[in-house]
Each structure stands twice: as C-alpha cells, then as structure tokens.
C-alpha cells in the first residue's frame, strides 16, 4: 500500500521560513513527479510546485523566488522550502506522487502565517 506522508508545518509570522518534507512508500514503481498543491479555506486547490524525476521544476507565480521544491530519489522524498513567507501562503498543503499507474495524496499539513 502506498503511503505519502508530509510533515513540517506549522505557524510562523510573515516574513519567516519552514521546510516541508513528503516520504513516500510502499511503491514498486518508480515515482515520476513530486510535488505540492495548497489549499486555502473557501478556495480551490492550486498547485504549488513539482518536480520531476529528472530534476524538471515548476512553480505557481505567486511563489517564484520564495519557495523552492527539491527531492531525494533514494529516498523517495520531496521537500519545499518556504522563504518569505506570506499571509496569503496560508493553507493545508497537500504532498501528491505521480507512477505510470497513478497519483498518490497526503493527508495535508498546516501551514498558518500570521502578519
């Protein structure tokens, strides 16, 4: 059974940093993208940031130059590293694989950022 678990949120004030980290497990296939969406109350989800096996990123706009997604593959493991923080950075995000069969959520982690 695949498991994707997330860990490292928390609240902080604006202008602050905090790493997330995402393992996953239980696979036998290898992981293509990693990566992580958001989602603030009364909004839609919204992707964040993703990575490749390759190394490929992608970022939303709002978050160019303050965040930075990186990842293990020994590991099987996917960070983000939140600089800058913002209150509009506020939300549950969610840590999601891709395989060639399919895509994997977390449970999401909190991340509140007060101003």
């Known amino acids: 059974q695949v498991q994707v678990v997330e860990s490292g949120g928390g609240l902080v004030q604006a202008g602050e940093s905090l790493r997330l980290s995402c393992a996953a497990s239980?696979?036998?296939?290898?992981?293509?993208?990693m990566g992580w969406y958001r989602q603030a109350p009364g909004r839609q989800r919204e992707l964040v940031a993703s990575?490749?096996?390759?190394?490929?990123?992608n970022y939303a706009d709002s978050v160019k130059g303050r965040f930075t997604i990186s990842r293990d593959n020994a590991k099987n493991t996917v960070y983000l590293q939140m600089n800058s923080l913002k209150p509009e950075d506020t939300a549950v995000y969610y840590c999601?694989?891709?395989?060639?069969?399919?895509?994997?959520w977390g449970q999401g982690t909190q991340v509140t950022v007060s101003s």
């Open positions: 990575v490749t096996r390759g190394g490929n990123t």
């Open positions: 999601y694989i891709t395989t060639f069969a399919s895509a994997f």
């Open positions: 239980g696979t036998a296939f290898n992981i293509n993208t």
